[in-house]
């Protein structure tokens, strides 16, 4: 008795074949014997394949009633062979899903702070408020939404996101279009730098404060020190996201908490 297993990556097939010598024939011929076939859950197409070819085994010995056909041709099992090569080359390449950010920062008299929208590929939309509690510019609140932007954007697993913010002088300095006389500035940018190898695919893109409504929104909230909506994470930093002190090299102080500001309703039990 023979057994054959193919595993593609949406079916795992198995078939019974005996081989015996028969009349007329000068070498043992094979004769299917049981097959089965069964189309992968969306949760047994995440399995290796080598996981798929141990399940069509198991489907062979499980308590299952068996109707032995008439005929079964012998493409069948050359069909075997073609799909056993398909699954066996390198599985395509998954793009990665393109999650949307945009990012801005607010500097007024009550105080500094940045906003930050996050849009996933499914259309959820996600706000932070990050409240700045030391002295900083409007540069300077706009380079920090953007890194505490990519930082939330990296412990999310996010690989592919499209930046935009209405900061010219920072997209500029950091897409090299510019350069940075002021050390704060170079500080900044290497540090956004830095993280820029952490994404497959990361893009910068200057857009006009009209276009950019929602963040700007949510750093006018930061910087006034206005209500906070229930629904937005908040961040308040006390201390720059990088070191900033003369001649020191670029370095990434603690990773960042955020909190909702109020308990959510989508929280609730």
């Known amino acids: 008795m023979l057994l054959y297993v193919t595993a593609t990556t949406q079916v795992v097939r198995a078939a019974v074949v005996v081989e015996r010598q028969e009349e007329g024939h000068a070498l043992p011929v094979q004769r299917p014997v049981y097959f089965i076939s069964e189309v992968l859950s969306e949760t047994k197409v995440r399995y290796p394949q080598n996981q798929k070819l141990i399940y069509a085994v198991e489907l062979m010995s499980e308590t299952l009633t068996y109707a032995p056909r008439k005929a079964i041709k012998s493409q069948a099992l050359a069909d075997f062979i073609v799909e056993w090569t398909d699954s066996q080359l390198p599985p395509a390449q998954v793009q990665a899903e393109l999650w949307k950010m945009y990012f801005d920062g607010s500097l007024m ?3 500094a702070g940045s906003g930050l929208l996050l849009i996933s590929p499914l259309g959820v939309h996600m706000r932070y408020v ?3 509690h030391f002295a900083a510019s409007n540069n300077v609140t706009d380079y920090e939404a953007l890194i505490n932007r990519l930082k939330i954007a990296i412990e999310l697993g996010v690989w ?3 930046v935009r ?3 010219q002088l920072v997209i500029d300095q950091v897409m090299k279009a510019s ?3 002021d050390p704060k500035m170079e500080a900044y940018c290497k540090e956004v730098r830095r993280l820029e190898d952490k994404f497959h695919g990361l893009e910068l893109v200057h857009i006009a404060r009209r276009y950019n409504e929602a963040a700007d929104e949510l750093a006018k909230i ?3 020190r206005g209500t906070v909506p229930p629904d937005a994470f908040l961040r308040d930093l006390h201390e720059p996201s990088v ?4 001649g020191a090299d670029v370095e990434t102080i603690a990773p960042i908490q955020l909190t909702l500001s109020k308990p959510c309703w989508r929280q609730q039990k």
């Open 109 to 111: 008299k009550t105080g």
């Open 130 to 132: 990050i409240r700045i």
């Open 160 to 162: 592919c996101l499209d």
């Open 165 to 167: 913010g209405n900061s």
């Open 179 to 181: 350069s940075c006389h």
């Open 222 to 224: 930061a910087s006034t």
């Open 243 to 246: 070191d900033l002190s003369s």
